[in-house]
């Protein structure tokens, strides 16, 4: 399907609506992805539906959402997969025409050097040159995670992993991680040798790269893979939360497929290698846009299995949530509650979404920490968190941030851009928003 974070675009909330009405759906990643992909190729949107044997937007939430198969796809084989995939890429850099709108639509032309963007013509690649050196080199690095991610889909990435045989607050990032992993180099391999990256090459259309960019290319998307456990993590130890003196509970909050989709019961045990004994953990994604699966099951009522990492979902507004399961204590309060790029800072309609989240988060005086992509993105939300009178403890860059890059989708020549780069850490209501005994209302 389409890119997964089509232009590192932002999740959502949908406010809550009274009863009587019709849910209206707000902005989602999707709709702001397909949106900024015409803003830049007009038709780029129509194109990727065409090439997915897909009629409209509605088709493409189906997808989304678990309700297609490879089939209904127009996939028959994998050279059809891996070039229909390749097709959603091919526009001109420099003046955005399509394949369609040119003379001749097979004169589209790869970039050598990086495999990643394509040209109309020689004149067309000169004129944008002097932007594309900037990036060849990285987006040759997201061209290549790009096919390679499909080894995690087979169950090849990640490998297997080892109880870490540091304390967790001794492991400053990822290059401390690798350390830990034992006999690194024979998994490494064993990927590199596997019989789906034999296929993927084989059916690709492009020349199969050295071992050496493979290896890094792997080992890019294990960090992508565990990143947002190990963030999970890293608040936990934030916030001074031990899994190791009680049962934790941790909230997912605006979950999306990009968090559920094809996810497994196990995917989230690199928590257990970070905190080997622990008492037990229950992961909650929340969220309008959880994809039916494995994961699609109700949030426990008792503490999680001890020495487990138990993976849950709800389906819905996070505020509905909280009445419907947390006050009704169908669901456990959580001890620290996690947002990935919640994107609350794109624009006003997410924000309004966004909005009874926010304000049950900092009334709760509930442990938060939210992931951003970039340092840009790091400005716009303190800034809305600082109106919103949240007591912000910290923020900083993620030291388990995913080292794979991934380009904007519709806009290749811009810097790559990295999941949970940065963190933010909240807690409550700044001080002077907190009343004082003397403004507080009678009971009586």
């Known amino acids: 399907v389409a890119q997964r974070n089509a232009g590192a675009a932002s999740k959502t909330v949908r406010p809550k609506k009274p009863a009587e009405e019709p849910a209206a759906r707000g902005p989602d990643v999707d709709s702001l992805g397909f949106q900024a992909m015409d803003r830049n190729v007009p038709g780029l949107s129509h194109v990727i539906l065409q090439k997915l044997n897909m009629k409209s937007y509605e088709d493409y939430k189906s997808a989304m959402d678990g309700r297609k198969s490879g089939s209904d796809f127009g996939i028959r084989t994998y050279f059809d997969m891996f070039h229909k995939m390749e097709d959603t890429f091919k526009f001109c850099a420099e003046c955005k025409k399509l394949p369609d709108a040119l003379p001749d639509p097979k004169s589209l032309r790869r970039c050598k050097r990086c495999q990643n963007v394509y040209y109309c013509g020689v004149a067309c690649q000169r004129a944008n040159w002097p932007l594309h050196k900037k990036f060849c080199k990285k987006l040759k690095l997201v061209a290549l995670d790009r096919l390679v991610e499909w080894l995690v889909f087979t169950g090849d990435i990640p490998f297997p992993t080892e109880t870490w045989t540091k304390p967790a607050q001794d492991v400053e990032g990822w290059e401390d991680w690798f350390s830990m992993q034992e006999q690194l180099e024979e998994k490494l391999g064993a990927v590199l040798t596997g019989r789906y990256m034999t296929l993927l090459w084989a059916n690709a259309g492009k020349p199969r790269p050295e071992d050496g960019e493979l290896r890094e290319s792997v080992r890019r998307l294990v960090t992508d893979f565990h990143s947002r456990p190990l963030t999970i993590g890293l608040g936990l130890r934030l916030f001074g939360i031990d899994p190791l003196a009680k049962v934790l509970t941790v909230h997912v909050v605006g979950a999306s497929h990009v968090e559920t989709l094809n996810t497994r019961l196990t995917d989230y045990d690199e928590l257990t290698r970070m905190f080997p004994g622990h008492q037990g953990v229950e992961v909650v994604m929340v969220g309008v846009d959880v994809v039916d699966g494995p994961v699609m099951r109700p949030p426990l009522a008792a503490p999680a299995p001890r020495g487990r990492v138990y993976l849950s979902s709800y389906k819905g507004l996070y505020h509905d949530f909280w009445e419907s399961h947390v006050e009704t204590k169908l669901a456990a309060r959580p001890d620290l509650v996690v947002g990935f790029h919640p994107g609350f800072h794109a624009c006003p309609d997410l924000l309004a979404g966004w909005l009874p989240t926010l304000l049950l988060l900092r009334d709760y005086c509930l442990p938060v920490l ?57 807690l409550g209501p700044v001080a002077s928003a907190v009343p004082a005994v003397e403004e507080l209302e009678d009971g009586d």
């Open 370 to 426: 939210f992931t951003v992509y970039s340092e840009q993105e790091l400005k716009s939300s303190l800034q809305i968190l600082v109106e919103l009178e949240t007591h912000i403890m910290g923020y900083a860059a993620n030291p388990f941030a995913s080292l794979r890059p991934e380009q904007v989708y519709s806009s290749p020549n811009k810097a790559p851009v990295y999941c949970s780069s940065y963190y933010i850490a909240l």
